[in-house]
């Protein structure tokens, strides 16, 4: 592959995908171990004529995200833990309104201030339900700097094009992690679909036909429409309860639901005759990708699964995956999150062991290796 | 006149939610009159709001409308108008909106003097949620909470923005129509943060559980509780006690924040760090 | 041997995270290898203990972090004395010996070398002692090519300090040449 | 966009004398009856009908000082023309 | 059973109960349709010496009832959705600090705004994972005014027993429903474990011999402490990464963990034979109550289950109950959450089905059979 | 007198975590000095902080302390005051914690005039993540997030808290020791709302990417331009121009909190409603 | 029968809320019943079509909900045009007859009685039309006994209004006697 | 609660002529070497040592005024006694 090599840690890969994938837009509020990714922004963003604001809190900055994002502007904020949780509301805001934008969340160990500057994948559950109500989310994440790269970029096609938050879910580990990352020279970048209407025919949450997605016009564009966090009709209009808002709901959650099949992505490695498989995602899949090959080397049907989408849970790629082992074994730095959504996957099909480790340390494959050992003993 | 202001509405939203007597639809009727006296184009105009009766207002108005979360209004305005500081950007917002949960964004947009028009419905209580007390509410109120008289002190929200920054504050009533319409006209023509705060009235639920009678009622207590602010230096304090102190309360002039910033792009684009 | 493990261990502000970073890229944009650098940062994000950790292999690398390294720098004697029994059978470990006067008793090569003295020397400033351990570390291993490392460098340091650290990297490589390895068998 | 206020207009004043009279429309389908224009139009112009809506009773009286249109909280009554303003 | 007859809301039965149950600090801030327990405890609590606040926003409510909890208070607060949202950052603080307190959630149809006032019970998940990271948190959830009455005492005796935050999740039409209910006479009452220990010798952190839980001093009384957000050592210091740290988590959680069994409260009818069973909990146990009844009575073998723990979820309790059953069905005002809980505690022993409303109305009865007879057809 | 504060401290906790000349352990000893100078009962005083450099103080301090969440300091220590009123209450807090993420509960403690002193540590700067613009860097400075100089104007932090209510304000700086053990030891004897907004070196962040030179070098700098509140009048507005005033700005008596509360329980237990 | 439904449906400001909840003390707290009541909120708390819903059973009561009302009162004539069609074969449906004047054609007992023209009447205010509807729904159904009925209306009632509520509540007594059932059998 | 101040006390004056000499504690394991008791001491009492901690090389010279122990960012420098105060 050609272009242009770099050498960068993972939040600085983010913030370089994110000006690539068309934003225009940052507003954050520092914490560690995201700031970085605001600090590039702050430098990087005025010299492409983008906005960088450092709001008052993440409450603000989620806010100020999607006022932006609503003038047509792509749109990121990146925080931690305890910001992330902050931002849920207007998240659930974005979501119901289908308001574009990247949320990024580094995350570090909690709860509360936890271990600040110590790694964890404590907050994949939380990426999934964080807000009140039921709601659509997609959320990846990246296990080395060149995908935390790409996987910015998907974010923002992905946001883009269903209208849908999109969480970046990095760790401390990858965050802070310098890597060679080679710069793709093409990389295809996505908007949102756009009205095809004049502004006095403009339905704002009409679907075009054949679509679930209703095109987007940007405020200042002449298509004065109302944007609510209420229930509403096609026109933005404000409804009660009833059949109109149960179509809503629904529209907005199956956008995601009806796509689990494109938000596949998957990387696998010698699971075809394993007869377990260490299943991973962020930085816990490198110790594993070094674990399962190790033991390969010595001999050990174990193969090594990682996933990039973390929600919409990719249960039908695994169960594929793992039709001939007897064991996924699924290591996290935390005390089982994903684990749950394995359970759920695979029950029926093999037995699924959880592996956590929340001392704010990075897995070893040494640990990951002498559990698979206990197991095949 | 009348007829424009037809053309600011979106009529099919009509008869808006709020009460007989409710001074919410008279602030907002001022306010666009005075969009229409400033003259601001129809398309280039936002107007964004919080979560409260008077944040309703903005499904009302034919204009690019945004109602937010409840308190985050001029967060997400900030984000607007930043991001498109061609637009104008107008806030509607409650004492409660913009004072309690509020309150952070209030002082903060204040301070960077962001170019949003805030307009402040002003009505001591929570309405939306049935007659809580407020951040505004007078000491010793009745409200559901406040069952034996309120022990708040409240806030001069005035006093509290022109502390915080911007470039223009000032106050009238739903009684001063006219004056209202001045008022935020001349809000919108400020270059910065400006805010105005519309003390209007609540007959549902403050006005009836503290006594104070009908709309006409509060509206009459209105007019004879208010003070311009051009008489207060020829008033004894006495006669200022308790009183509405109405019109322009304050103007400074501060570079605005998206001017600041788009010298800040040149500078970055230009290679200087500083 | 394709794949090292670096570790340069010291304190907050003897610019070793920098070090770390130079010395990954010189592998990874000017000589076409893979490289990971990674850093320990303490509860709290100043002060105190500072560790640079670099992977360079000619292959992808999978598990980013050192756990055997084969080359240690130490810049004090509290960073010595906690990694110093981490390190490869055979591998080699640099101390400044202005800073660290107990050397540990462990199987590899022990090189002692003025490198903080060394900065002050050629430049006046202690400020340059990362880039003269550079300059040792990469003439000691030859993990990199002086090339390499010097374009590294000048990519790095601040606009106006290229002269300064480049006779800093040449002060180190110069080091390299009469460093007196201290080289001990023998059990713990 | 259309827009309906005319639909349920109310009372319309006529022209009395030679002075021009100031047509006052009340939108009975908005209106929600506070008695806000009835209290403060400074010329008594306007009665409350029985559902206690406004009816100009003294149209000839207005100045068109519009401080009813202004007033009312439902954008339910308008005053055009007349000498006023 | 004997005791004062009254009638009365879900959400007043919620603030009698509470001063019942020793309540003393109240803070919150209002929202629909939780606001009748503030206005209720603004009424009742200063006629009983304790205090009520209206506090500036829902992160202030929350704040301010851990404060007083530290004063030795028993606290609560109440909200719904957008706040509850808005609170978890800080009752994670409660989990980590150990800081006993209960929060009343009365959900409402979400995301964000939402529908106002119409049920849901759509924070089922979120009342579980709603702040980052790993932390340990119980949540009840009546049907009744009745139980609502007996979950709230419940839930302090829990919340001061273990030192953890209790989630009471009503919905809105528990909250506003009025029901008649006979005060018990006696209730039992339980306090936070008291120090054993002088001033001097008192680690915070650090459980009694035997125990999982540290004895709690309350501010003011001498033992000057200290209590972070940060992970921390036995006597409250700040601590790093490393062993300590996991420990601290791991205890923390396996207050509860380890409770599971106690921490059960299920209501049965007709299960032993059932071919199918449903399973609810809130307002919408009500209609499978009635459902499964209508359904026996025309001779379908079905049985009705419902928990009053949501979390954590009683799965061990559910296998035996379903243990006769092919299928379980439940029905939930939400697109289907705790069914999700459902799946991974049946999904290796019978066929779980969701059934889910999320109109804003309460599911009927009529609807449930229907389902049912669906299924059994 | 310094035997007495060593039981102030927690010594197993020191050495403290702050750099080398950083003025936040400066501003630590003068509170302990003013505690003991007004005579608090070292049992019924609750330190309470936020999240940065400037609240990791209370681990140091050997009383009740409660190290809270980003800016909630506030709120937690209000629910401890209104619980146990007996208790003296203290809340130390950051310029960033006190007054971005945390504004909203500094202005609401000040209006209701709940009875905590507040000590706020105002670095110009966010300390503990390394460096970004807080609502008080000036205008023009250099940060991690304004590499091109901060575009935001700042709050004058004494000014807004004296809008938004409180009994009493005062500003002092980490050169003024004796000035702001005196001013502290004030604050704790009002009953209210108290503020003292203690200026602070940081040398590693606010100082060396602003060429400030070493924590010497900014104290030098506070006394150099700072003048006494007392001299202001009697100075002409150019000498005062950028400079910092120190000494007690503000004072109101007004009824503290909880003291309304206790009569608000008479009344309600008496059952009167008003 | 001992499981009543019953529906009282109007506006906001009618009283319809407080009745149904004094309908339901008077079965639950002074006949020893079960109760339940209900009502719908509108998307804003205030104004607007308002509806209170009692189930008042011997037994426990399951669903809260009302699904067919056995009695129906309805206070405007929008409420009758909603739900007069939902209620039971052979139920109660009582009409204001000053506010309702189009009659639906079911398959029930339809009382249409001058509800607040007796309210004014006897109190001259309109405002306990409420309780004189109570009382001659309750004299009509004999849902619970006039006592039962008498006292939950004083234990609610403000201080100060009882004299005023009990003879409105009267007047409903009366006014049953008077009512002609206006029963029509046939389809809609 | 013991206190550890005194474990690595620094130099301590000694008591010269009649007049009665401060006592200038240093604690040397909590000095960070900042500069600012030195630089700040009005009667220019202390000296930096070779590692820019203080040294009271002119205690005679104190008026025991207490700026160096008010300013010590790190509680690292008492002075007892004295005639000042
Ligand atoms: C996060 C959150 N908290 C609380 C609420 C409930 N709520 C809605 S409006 C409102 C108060 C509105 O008061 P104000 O802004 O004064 O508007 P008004 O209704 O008086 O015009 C509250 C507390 C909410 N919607 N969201
Ligand atoms: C909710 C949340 N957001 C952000 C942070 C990260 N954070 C920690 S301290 C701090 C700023 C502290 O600044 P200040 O209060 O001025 O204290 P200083 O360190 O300067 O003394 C920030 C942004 C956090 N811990 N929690
Ligand atoms: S409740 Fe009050 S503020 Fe709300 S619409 Fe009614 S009168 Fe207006
Ligand atoms: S325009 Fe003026 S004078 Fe005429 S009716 Fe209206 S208020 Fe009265
Ligand atoms: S002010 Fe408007 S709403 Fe009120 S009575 Fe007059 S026309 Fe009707
Ligand atoms: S970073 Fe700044 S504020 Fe924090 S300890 Fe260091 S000098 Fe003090
Ligand atoms: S007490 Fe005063 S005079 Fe003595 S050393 Fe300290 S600063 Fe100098
Ligand atoms: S002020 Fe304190 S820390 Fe600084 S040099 Fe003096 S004794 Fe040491
Ligand atoms: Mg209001
Ligand atoms: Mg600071």
């Known amino acids: ?377 | 006149m009348s007829e424009h202001i037809r053309g600011y509405l979106r009529d099919q939203a009509l008869p808006h939610i709020w009460c007989a007597g409710c001074g919410h639809g008279t602030v907002l009727g001022c306010l666009l009159r005075a969009i229409q006296k400033a003259g601001l184009d129809q398309d280039k105009t936002v107007i964004v709001s919080g979560i409260g009766c008077s944040s309703r207002a903005t499904g009302y108005m034919n204009f690019d409308t945004l109602h937010t979360t409840h308190g985050r209004a001029l967060a997400f305005a900030t984000g607007i108008k930043l991001a498109r500081p061609e637009l104008k950007v107008i806030v509607i917002t409650g004492d409660g909106d913009a004072a309690a949960i509020g309150g952070n964004h209030l002082i903060h947009a204040a301070r960077r003097n962001v170019g949003i028009t805030t307009v402040c419905f002003n009505n001591y209580i929570y309405g939306m949620t049935s007659g809580q007390y407020s951040p505004s509410t007078p000491t010793g109120s009745l409200a559901t909470t406040s069952p034996y008289g309120s022990i708040d002190i409240p806030f001069d929200l005035s006093r509290l923005v022109q502390a915080a920054g911007g470039a223009y504050v000032a106050r009238a009533t739903t009684y001063h129509v006219n004056l209202l319409i001045n008022l935020i006209a001349e809000a919108l023509r400020v270059d910065g943060f400006s805010f105005v705060e519309a003390l209007s009235q609540c007959p549902t639920y403050f006005g009836r559980r503290n006594r104070r009678g009908t709309a006409v009622d509060m509206l009459t207590w209105f007019r004879d509780n208010s003070v311009n602010v051009k008489a207060v230096s020829k008033l004894p304090p006495e006669q200022l006690e308790g009183k509405i102190i109405v019109g322009e309360l304050y103007r400074a002039n501060l570079k605005e924040y998206t001017q600041a910033y788009r010298e800040l792009v040149e500078r970055a684009k230009g290679g200087v760090k500083r | 041997m394709s794949y090292w493990q670096i570790r340069l261990a010291g304190e907050g502000g003897q610019g070793l995270i920098l070090a770390g970073i130079i010395l990954a890229e010189a592998a990874a944009i000017h000589e076409g290898k893979n490289a990971v650098q990674t850093q320990s940062y303490g509860p709290e994000s100043r002060g105190g203990a500072s560790k640079s950790e670099v992977i360079i292999s000619d292959d992808e690398i999978d598990y980013p972090k050192v756990t055997v390294p084969d080359v240690l720098l130490v810049m004090t004697q509290v960073a010595c004395d906690k990694y110093a029994k981490d390190i490869a059978q055979g591998g080699v470990l640099i101390v400044d010996a202005g800073l660290v006067k107990r050397l540990p008793d462990i199987d590899a090569k022990v090189v002692s070398s003025p490198i903080t003295e060394t900065a002050i020397a050629c430049s006046g400033k202690a400020i340059v002692a990362n880039i003269v351990a550079l300059g040792l570390l990469v003439e000691l291993t030859g993990i990199v090519s002086p090339g390499a490392c010097e374009k590294a460098v000048l990519a790095r340091v601040p606009a106006g300090t290229e002269q300064l650290n480049k006779k800093a990297l040449e002060a180190g490589y110069a080091l390299a040449r009469y460093a007196v390895p201290d080289h001990r068998e023998g059990g713990r | 966009m259309g827009y309906k206020f005319m639909k349920e207009m109310g009372v319309v004043a006529m022209p009395k004398k030679g002075k021009k009279i100031p047509k006052i429309s009340v939108n009975r389908a908005w209106c929600k009856a506070c008695g806000i224009c009835i209290a403060f139009c400074p010329k008594k112009v306007l009665d409350p009908d029985d559902e206690h809506r406004p009816l100009p009773a003294r149209p000839e009286d207005c100045s068109a000082c519009r401080l009813c249109e202004f007033m009312c909280p439902d954008f339910a009554i308008e005053v055009d023309g007349g000498d006023g303003e």
């Open chain 1, 1 to 377: 592959m050609s272009g242009e090599v770099r050498f960068m840690q993972g939040n600085e890969a983010c913030a370089e995908a994110a000006i690539r994938a068309g934003l225009s837009f940052f507003a954050g509020y520092p914490i560690t171990p995201s700031t970085e990714i605001a600090e590039s922004l702050a430098d990087r963003l005025p010299r492409v004529g983008g906005t960088f604001i450092q709001m008052e809190d993440e409450i603000a900055s989620m806010a100020a995200v999607i006022g932006a994002s609503l003038t047509g502007a792509k749109a990121m904020t990146a925080t931690s833990g305890p910001g992330f949780s902050l931002k849920q509301e207007n998240i659930g805001y974005a979501a119901l309104a289908e308001v574009p934008c990247v949320v990024v969340n580094v995350q570090r160990m909690g709860p509360s201030t936890g271990l600040p500057t110590s790694p964890a994948q404590g907050d994949v559950m939380q990426a999934r339900w964080g807000t009140h109500g039921d709601h659509p989310i997609v959320v990846l994440s990246p296990f080395s700097v060149r995908e935390t790269y790409d996987l910015t970029i998907w974010a923002f096609n992905i946001s883009e094009r269903l209208r849908v938050p999109v969480i970046l879910l990095l760790d401390e580990i990858v965050a802070h992690m310098r890597e060679k990352i080679i710069i793709p020279e093409e990389v295809s970048i996505e908007d949102r679909p756009s009205p095809t209407t004049p502004p006095g025919e403009y339905l704002p949450y009409a679907p075009l036909p054949g679509s679930d997605i209703p095109p987007m016009a940007a405020f200042g564009d002449g298509y004065r429409y109302h944007v609510t966090g209420l229930f509403h009709s096609e026109s933005g209009a404000p409804i009660g309860k009833g059949e109109k808002a149960e179509q809503l709901l629904r529209r907005i959650c199956q956008k995601v639901e009806r796509r689990r099949a494109e938000l596949v992505r998957t990387q696998v490695e010698n699971c075809e005759d394993a007869e377990l498989i260490v299943f991973s995602y962020g930085a816990t899949a490198r110790s594993a990708l070094r674990a399962s090959r190790n033991l390969r080397e010595r001999g050990y049907r174990v193969g090594f699964a990682k996933t990039s989408v973390i929600w919409p849970f990719p249960a039908e790629a695994l169960r594929e995956i793992a039709a001939g082992a007897h064991t996924v074994l699924v290591p996290e730095m935390n005390l089982g999150q994903l684990v749950l959504e394995v359970e759920r996957a695979l029950l029926r099909q093999c037995q699924v062991l959880s592996y956590s480790r929340v001392d704010g340390e990075m897995i070893t494959p040494g640990e990951i290796e002498r559990r698979v050992l206990e197991v095949l003993s």
